[in-house]
């Protein structure tokens, strides 16, 4: 082998070697994305019935890991099958127009041990924002369990047009939370 072949011979050689981060399973049984409203003061939880995660992570190289999340905005549920039926109509999810939402990771950064700030795009309805989400990883034994809290402004994604828009009727915010129970993470 020449010398100018040596040297790109190693790095491909390298990089194919290199091992890949192991992408985890998400355990859809023991998860849930969740949300609370607040309709005339009155906190009112609701959850997804329906979303897919990808996630790819090394806690040793967090800034190396990706995040994705794709949630069937018509799965949205309150538990209350008048409220269920209103949600996917037009004013709210508008689920017939704009079927997902997504999120998709830009950055993950460590924060203290077990903690990250996960930063990523929100899509729901068409409208995009930039959120960060605050990340807890707790281990025990083999199993890994991602929790979090955000707090996004539902006008800024269109939910509640019309006249739901009123913010005395239904708060601006939304708090989102998640527990997820993940396989496949390395010790932290």
């Given at each position: 082998m020449t010398r100018s072949l040596?040297?790109?011979?190693?790095?491909?050689?390298?990089?194919?070697?290199?091992?890949?981060?192991?992408q985890q399973k998400v355990v859809p049984a023991q998860?849930?994305?969740?949300?609370?409203?607040?309709?005339?003061?009155?906190?009112?939880?609701?959850?997804?019935?329906s979303w897919d995660a990808q996630i790819s992570f090394d806690?040793?190289?967090?800034?190396a890991g990706k995040v994705s999340f794709?949630?069937?905005?018509?799965?949205a549920t309150f538990g209350v099958p008048e409220t269920d039926a209103e949600v996917p109509k037009a004013p709210w999810f508008n689920a017939a127009k704009f079927p997902k939402a997504t999120f998709q990771s830009t950055a993950i950064k460590a924060t203290g041990k077990g903690q990250y700030a996960v930063s990523g795009?929100?899509?729901?309805?068409?409208?995009?924002?930039?959120?960060?989400?605050?990340?807890t990883l707790k281990q025990t034994g083999g199993s890994t369990t991602a929790t979090g809290t955000f707090t996004i402004k539902r006008l800024d994604f269109k939910i509640g047009e019309g006249?739901?828009?009123?913010?005395?009727?239904?708060?601006?915010?939304?708090?989102?939370?998640?527990?997820?129970?993940?396989?496949?993470?390395?010790?932290?």
């Open positions: 040596i040297l790109p011979t190693l790095l491909a050689s390298t990089l194919l070697a290199a091992p890949a981060f192991a998860s849930e994305i969740g949300f609370t409203s607040h309709q005339m003061g009155v906190p009112v939880d609701g959850k997804f019935r806690p040793k190289k967090p800034e794709t949630i069937d905005t018509g799965s795009q929100l899509t729901v309805k068409g409208a995009s924002q930039t959120v960060v989400v605050p990340v006249e739901w828009a009123d913010t005395g009727v239904v708060a601006n915010n939304v708090e989102v939370h998640f527990k997820l129970a993940v396989t496949g993470v390395a010790a932290l």
